[in-house]
């Protein structure tokens, strides 16, 4: 088995007796693991001692699951998981229902409307298939490109088919958008990364996407534990009015509670 070197990981759940059985779960920091925080003490009650991993990549949470080194994850929309298996010839499945939309969105240190987007202006998008087409997307309902195929979700900037403004495309991984923003004039930008680096897509993009996205992220695991009980107990929790009082309350709309 390959090592995996976590960014970081972190147990967040405290001692709470030596009947409870543990049930890992890999999460990124914001929401992810700050709604398995808010899960933890109803999990404890039903004697499951959450262990929730924190890392700060979209690579490793579902190498993780793969190799048994966590029991499920939460971090990423199906699109991207469908993507993923089919690039890593893995099997990894979603659990339904879906939990929270994070609308991406477009910021910038540099312009303050898009219509001041400049003729040859850098715009960074996530450079994974599944967040990059999202990126061109909103791009293209937003009238900016146009691309070739507005029902291809895997779209690349090979099928723009329109680009007026001539805008230079900058592909990076999706924690460096918010890091390199200083560096180019538009950037599109994951929420949960965007939360991560203070920004606020409600007051702080310019603009945003729609609620009705079907990027609507999910608890994922290996089919062979669809029926564990630990895994039904998890998602029982995090599907309650509680939970979704809890994303309202604290994102201000910013994530959009999908169940």
Known sequence: MRKLALVTALSLTPFIGFSAE???????????????????????????DLDIIVVTDYVLPNLMVDEKEADANFFQHFPYLEEFNKNHQLNII??????????????????????ALKEGAKVSIPNDPANGGRALLLLHNEGIITLSNPENILSTVFDIKENPHKLQFVEL???????TLDEVDLALINTNFALEAGLNPIKDSLFIEGAESPYANIIAILPENSDDPRIKALIETITTDEVRDFINEKYQGSIVPAF
């Open 22 to 48: 543990k049930l890992k779960v890999v999460a990124t920091p914001v929401p992810h693991a700050e709604i398995l925080e808010f899960i933890e003490p109803q999990l404890a009650k039903k004697e499951i």
């Open 94 to 115: 979603a659990i339904d229902p879906a939990i929270h939309v994070e609308p991406i969105a477009a910021y910038s240190q540099k312009i303050k409307e898009k219509g």
């Open 173 to 179: 991984e999706a924690p460096m958008l918010a890091r």
